[in-house]
């Protein structure tokens, strides 16, 4: 089955305490991404990766880091995370290209972060 | 004015009904069109991919006007499984790889 697997789902830490959002897909996407969502602010690309060792900042991407060592897993990184970085985060992966069939987009299912 | 642009609702339509709502698009240049359905607290999921000529997929019509930028999604014979948010994506041309997505437009069928 064709996932997108994104943990924790639910985490409530401290400013200033690192954490990793981990995020696998088993598609053999080239694509990845990392996307935060606030209300009304729709998704918001945070970084993403056209594949191994390439990533590339996305819109907001102040105060995360990424790696994509191997393809398949593509973990956020909030070095030091502050209240503004509460919200709901998204992992996402697909084909490279948006032509052609089979261009969805598959996303995780969420992880709920809170900083306090 | 944001890149892309959706009416947030909530659109609140009894069952049966038909409902319409667009989405506009700032960059004459964008290439690629989508609708994703977003469940309360859900991911989104693609809905339906948008064609020059307009396409359908069962009570559902998606439809786009280069002319006047926007794309439509139209819901015919609306079920109360259809209340989510309506996501609008778009390719903007600039890469085939990028996308701008819409804050999405709220939907509520009602008995």
């Known amino acids: 089955e064709a996932q997108v697997t994104q943990n924790p789902r639910y985490l409530i830490t401290v400013t200033g305490k690192k954490l990793t959002v981990t995020c696998s897909q088993n598609m053999n996407h080239e694509y990845m991404s990392w996307y935060r969502q606030d209300p009304g602010l729709g998704l918001r690309q945070i970084y993403y990766s056209m594949n191994v060792e390439v990533t590339d900042k996305g819109d907001v991407p102040e105060g995360y880091k990424v790696s994509r060592k191997e393809k398949r897993n593509f973990p956020l990184i909030l070095e030091s995370p502050s209240p503004n970085q509460t919200s709901l985060y998204f992992c996402?992966?697909?084909?490279?290209?948006?032509?052609?069939?089979?261009?969805?987009?598959?996303f995780g299912e969420g992880s709920w972060l809170t900083v306090v | 004015r944001k890149e892309v642009e959706q009416d947030p609702g909530p659109f609140n339509v009894p069952e049966g009904a038909t409902v319409a709502f667009n989405c506009t698009y700032s960059?004459?240049?964008?290439?690629?069109f989508f609708w994703y359905r977003q469940d309360c607290r859900k991911e989104p999921k693609l809905l339906m991919s948008?064609?020059?000529?307009?396409n359908e997929d069962g009570r559902f019509t998606a439809q786009l006007n280069r002319a006047s930028q926007y794309i439509s999604l139209l819901i015919r014979d609306s079920k109360l499984s259809d209340s989510a948010t309506y996501l609008c994506?778009?390719?903007?041309?600039?890469?085939?790889?990028?996308?701008?997505w819409g804050a999405g437009t709220k939907l509520i069928i009602k008995p």
């Open positions: 994506v778009v390719n903007p041309g600039d890469s085939n790889y990028q996308l701008i």
């Open positions: 996402a992966s697909r084909k490279y290209s948006l032509e052609g069939p089979g261009n969805t987009i598959y």
């Open positions: 960059n004459s240049a964008s290439q690629s």
């Open positions: 948008v064609y020059s000529s307009g």
